[in-house]
């Protein structure tokens, strides 16, 4: 009488009928997790980017093309148009004269897909400054 009990325990465990299943099901979220993940991340590292040539381009627009770029309004609204696909606006970025020449700088705040994650959403910054 206990071996029959003990015979179907040990069949049980020798079968590996649904072991795939249940390794997938384990598996999949943190799959999933891990590649959401980087896809937030490669957006972060496109925006800062796109903010880091935004503020290049405007910067040498305002050293080589007073035409286009020649007061600090223009500066900002040729920047702004640089950064297309993002919804950077013309007063993220400031222009102010030093002793280097022209300095540009942008700030966006980036924000993720599932904005709870972090208590503060990240800050990103680029600056030049040019003659």
Not at 60 to 83: E, F, H, K, N, W
Request: proline share 6%.
């Amino acid at each position: 009488m206990i071996r029959a009990p003990t015979r179907r325990l040990r069949a049980l465990g020798a079968d590996a009928a649904g072991a795939t299943l249940v390794e997938y099901a384990l598996i999949f979220p943190v799959l999933v997790l891990v590649l959401l993940g980087l896809i937030q991340v490669a957006g972060l590292v496109l925006t800062q980017s796109t903010l880091s040539y935004a503020v290049e381009e405007a910067s040498r627009c305002a050293a080589v093309r007073p035409d286009i770029c020649g007061t600090p309004d223009q500066i900002q609204t040729y920047a702004a148009s640089l950064t297309s696909g993002l919804d950077v606006p013309a007063s993220a970025f400031s222009v102010t004269t030093d002793a280097c020449g022209q300095r540009i700088r942008a700030q966006a705040t980036y924000t993720f897909l599932v904005s709870d994650l972090l208590p503060t959403p990240p800050t990103l910054t680029a600056d030049v400054c040019r003659a």
